[in-house]
């Protein structure tokens, strides 16, 4: 992979060299395109904490970084900490792949792209910040990170690619927001520390193998009332025998003790009174606030009349 990477990145400079402008600050390499925007491409520091400046500087023109370039610290072991600045938007592919003693990232909001392998074999990662204005986990994105015990994804996100997960062993916890309509193949593959996880409602497509081999996992909840439509083959291949389903009775599940894709259906979920009150409360509210504008209507016709 670290070769495809580096071939992938050297053909990337080829690309660009006709069209932008080069140059090194410090320890990065970085490309200018058109727009006066610096890339970086390369990075031969001695690693360990860095932040990433948020300005690239040619003799005396600045350029402010906005992106992290294809491979840039492809292979860079030597780093453990990395701070990125508010001014990237992309980080691109094999971005930090097989960066083997990184134990953490600090991610932006402002980042809308993350590529694909981007984190991949990652192994000393423990955690990741998704940034709040990602649309798509990219596929293989965080393939490998053995350290990583914990994800939450933000509500921008719409789907989680292919492999986005897979051999993450330590991997106990992991949020997916009401936002994500698919989960990609093999994206939880071989996840053994997963004990249960929650499908939000709008999922509608489950690729194959999405949480084969997570063989601790005995618990997915749907909150859905209508089951996802797509779920492919051998989607909990290799959990544990007594894995259950767990969907609300007015769903389209099956009824427990029936099959939906080879999971049999436990018991179903129970409608929770704070979400009864809650709703009382929301209709008692909405009721006065129709009596009070009726009545603002009616004093200001009648002082309208007078």
Same mark, same amino acid.
């Given at each position: 992979?670290?070769?495809?990477?580096?071939?992938?990145?050297?053909?990337?400079?080829?690309?660009?060299?006709?069209?932008?402008?080069?140059?090194?600050?410090?320890?990065?390499?970085?490309?200018?395109?058109?727009?006066?925007?610096?890339?970086?491409?390369?990075?031969?520091?001695?690693?360990?904490?860095?932040?990433?400046?948020?300005?690239?500087?040619?003799?005396?023109?600045?350029?402010?970084?906005?992106?992290?370039?294809?491979?840039?610290?492809?292979?860079?072991?030597?780093?453990?900490?990395?701070?990125?600045?508010?001014?990237? =938007? %992309?980080? *691109? !592919? &094999? $971005?930090?792949?097989? @960066?083997?003693? #990184?134990? /953490?990232? +600090?991610?932006?909001?402002?980042?809308?792209?993350?590529?694909?392998?981007?984190?991949?074999?990652?192994?000393?990662?423990?955690?990741?910040?998704?940034?709040?204005?990602?649309?798509?986990?990219?596929?293989?994105?965080?393939?490998?990170?053995?350290?990583?015990?914990?994800?939450?994804?933000?509500?921008?996100?719409?789907?989680?690619?292919?492999?986005?997960?897979?051999?993450?062993?330590?991997?106990?916890?992991?949020?997916?927001?009401?936002?994500?309509?698919?989960?990609?193949?093999?994206?939880?593959?071989?996840?053994?520390?997963?004990?249960?996880?929650?499908?939000?409602?709008?999922? =509608? %497509?489950? *690729? !194959? &193998? $999405?949480?084969?081999? @997570?063989?601790? #996992?005995? /618990?997915? +909840?749907?909150?859905?009332?209508?089951?996802?439509?797509?779920?492919?083959?051998?989607?909990?291949?290799?959990?544990?025998?007594?894995?259950?389903?767990?969907?609300?009775?007015?769903?389209?599940?099956?009824?427990?003790?029936?099959?939906?894709?080879?999971?049999?259906?436990?018991?179903?979920?129970?409608?929770?009174?704070?979400?009864?009150?809650?709703?009382?409360?929301?209709?008692?509210?909405?009721?006065?606030?129709?009596?009070?504008?009726?009545?603002?209507?009616?004093?200001?016709?009648?002082?309208?009349?007078?």
């Amino acid at each position: 992979m670290i070769l495809i990477a580096s071939i992938i990145s050297a053909a990337f400079l080829v690309i660009v060299a006709d069209d932008t402008a080069a140059g090194m600050y410090g320890d990065y390499r970085f490309f200018v395109d058109a727009q006066g925007r610096a890339t970086i491409i390369g990075y031969s520091g001695p690693g360990g904490d860095i932040t990433i400046p948020a300005k690239m500087l040619n003799g005396t023109v600045e350029y402010p970084t906005v992106g992290i370039g294809v491979g840039a610290f492809n292979g860079c072991t030597s780093l453990t900490t990395v701070t990125i600045p508010g001014s990237i =938007t %992309t980080i *691109g !592919d &094999y $971005a930090f792949y097989g @960066c083997d003693h #990184l134990t /953490s990232i +600090t991610i932006p909001d402002n980042v809308t792209y993350i590529g694909t392998y981007a984190f991949e074999e990652c192994t000393s990662l423990t955690s990741i910040r998704i940034p709040d204005n990602l649309t798509a986990i990219g596929y293989a994105t965080f393939a490998s990170c053995f350290s990583l015990t914990s994800v939450t994804i933000p509500d921008s996100v719409k789907t989680i690619g292919g492999y986005a997960f897979i051999y993450c062993p330590s991997l106990r916890t992991i949020t997916i927001p009401e936002s994500v309509t698919s989960i990609g193949e093999r994206a939880f593959f071989n996840c053994p520390s997963l004990s249960s996880i929650t499908i939000p409602s709008n999922v =509608t %497509t489950i *690729g !194959d &193998y $999405a949480f084969s081999m @997570c063989t601790s #996992l005995t /618990s997915i +909840t749907f909150l859905g009332l209508v089951a996802p439509t797509t779920v492919g083959a051998d989607w909990i291949l290799g959990t544990d025998a007594g894995i259950r389903g767990h969907a609300y009775a007015a769903s389209n599940f099956p009824a427990p003790g029936d099959v939906f894709h080879g999971l049999t259906m436990g018991e179903v979920i129970p409608v929770s009174p704070v979400s009864d009150n809650a709703m009382l409360i929301l209709v008692a509210a909405i009721a006065i606030a129709a009596v009070l504008v009726a009545v603002l209507f009616v004093m200001r016709k009648r002082k309208g009349e007078q």
